[in-house]
């Protein structure tokens, strides 16, 4: 459609491969950067749970501690490299023209998933930690460890940082001709489903922190519906 040559198979996996090295390379870069203000980083996460204090107690628990937020950082700073080299690779389903937003689509990219995930660091992590520590009464007494809540942070915030992406998604399969806007209207309640499913694998399970992030991704779903419906591939294309 866009590509006089077009690549074989074995082609596009070889240059999958090279962009995923790029994407790697770029992540262990900036987290090697972001390893130098780990004890910056830790004081920053920590800014969410306000005055619950976090635990060590394994030896090795502060170093991979450590090692984890900056792979975390890593991953977030390179947020502008990963989107480059994913909607790159996808780009010979465009049309030449429209090949040339790529870098506009980038920064979308990087914007929405920054915005993913301080929505997820600035709202639901202070309102998932309240409500699940809130079930320890005074029977238990709660010993969150650094490394736990790293964990638990830093998946909750790549989720949210992806799922901002639907929007861009839909853009693209949109433009190939995939999917359209009623394709995607009459998938409402399937779709509903799959993004309960989706983030009741990706969350931890409660149900609070699950519908924390299916509302958005749902509101994201009808935004994607609406961009489809304006850049979408027209019908006459499709023939």
């Known amino acids: 459609m866009s590509s006089k040559n077009p690549m074989g198979f074995l082609d596009h996996l070889e240059e999958l491969r090279h962009r995923l090295i790029k994407a790697v390379l770029s992540i262990f870069l900036f987290s090697g950067i972001a390893f130098y203000f780990s004890e910056q980083l830790v004081d920053l996460i920590q800014i969410p749970i306000g005055d619950v204090q976090l635990y060590n107690i394994a030896v090795t628990g502060a170093f991979y501690a450590y090692l984890k937020i900056s792979l975390i950082a890593g991953f977030i700073g390179s ?6 080299q994913m909607w790159s690779f996808v780009s010979p389903g465009l ?3 429209e090949r040339l937003f790529i870098i506009p689509l980038v920064f979308i990219s990087t914007i929405l998933f920054v915005i993913g995930a301080g929505f997820c660091f600035m709202v639901v992590l202070p ?4 409500f699940l520590t ?15 809540y ?8 790549m989720a949210f940082g992806f799922g901002f992406q639907m929007p861009i998604a839909a853009y693209f399969l949109g433009k190939m001709g995939i999917v359209n806007a009623r394709m995607l209207s009459k998938g409402r ?51």
């Not at 309102?127 to 309240?130: E, T």
């Not at 419906?229 to 294309?237: E, S």
């Open 150 to 157: 790293i964990s638990f942070a830093g998946l909750l915030m």
């Open 79 to 84: 947020a502008s490299v990963i989107f480059y």
């Open 95 to 97: 049309y030449k023209k």
């Open 189 to 239: 309640r399937y779709a509903l489903v799959g993004i309960l499913i989706v983030s009741a694998i990706i969350t931890p399970p409660d149900v609070f922190t699950q519908v924390m992030l299916s509302i958005p991704l749902y509101m994201l779903y009808e935004i994607s519906i609406l961009v489809v419906r304006v850049t979408g591939k027209p019908k006459a294309d499709k023939s």
């Open 127 to 130: 309102l998932s930690i309240d």
């Open 134 to 148: 809130g079930f320890s009464g005074e029977q238990i007494i709660n010993t969150i460890t650094i490394g736990s």
